[in-house]
């Protein structure tokens, strides 16, 4: 399973982003994806995640400002993120989980300047 996560990109305290990740490959049944994030010195953590019945969870830091979604039919998951914060840049990395294999993206960039 390959994962190939886009939208990253450089914008302004308050602005948005939406980061997509699509997963190809022999994928047989993905019943959780998520992205996370990683900001220099820090170690990789959970922002979202969504199970294949579409529950959501969300770290308490981006409630209410990020959104996750899914398309089964695509096996692609998106993030829409609202009123970035400075602190929200890092790398975010798109995560799914296929008959107990984990798999990670190859990461993209948000930077959110102030």
């Known amino acids: 399973v390959q994962l190939v996560e886009s939208g990253g990109g450089l914008v302004q305290a308050g602005g948005s982003l939406r980061l997509s990740c699509a997963a190809s490959g022999s994928i047989f049944s993905i019943n959780y994806m998520g992205w996370y994030c990683q900001a220099p010195g820090k170690p990789r953590a959970l922002v979202a995640s969504?199970?294949?019945?579409?529950?959501?969870n969300y770290a308490d830091s981006v409630k209410g400002r990020f959104t996750i979604s899914r398309d089964m039919a695509k096996n692609a998951v998106y993030l829409q993120m609202n009123s970035l914060k400075p602190g929200d840049t890092a790398v975010y990395y798109c995560?799914?989980?296929?008959?107990?294999?984990?798999?990670w993206g190859q990461g993209t960039q948000v930077t959110v300047s102030s």
């Open positions: 995560n799914a989980v296929d008959l107990g294999r984990i798999y």
């Open positions: 969504i199970t294949s019945g579409g529950t959501p």
